[in-house]
């Protein structure tokens, strides 16, 4: 394989495992433990 064919394919997975990563924690069972910054500071 040619060395541009495996930077290209590293980065794409890079790219899908923290978008993976991402929608997991903002819509996984982690989700519950954030909190809301404007719910926290009403005025």
């Known amino acids: ?3 541009a064919t ?3 394919i590293s980065v794409c997975a890079g ?3 923290i978008t993976i990563a991402s929608i997991y924690t903002s819509f996984g ?3 519950k ?3 809301d ?3 926290d500071h009403e005025d």
């Open 1 to 3: 394989m040619e060395p």
């Open 6 to 8: 495996v930077l290209i």
């Open 15 to 17: 790219v899908i495992a």
């Open 29 to 31: 069972p982690p989700s």
């Open 33 to 35: 433990q954030l909190s």
């Open 37 to 39: 910054p404007f719910e």
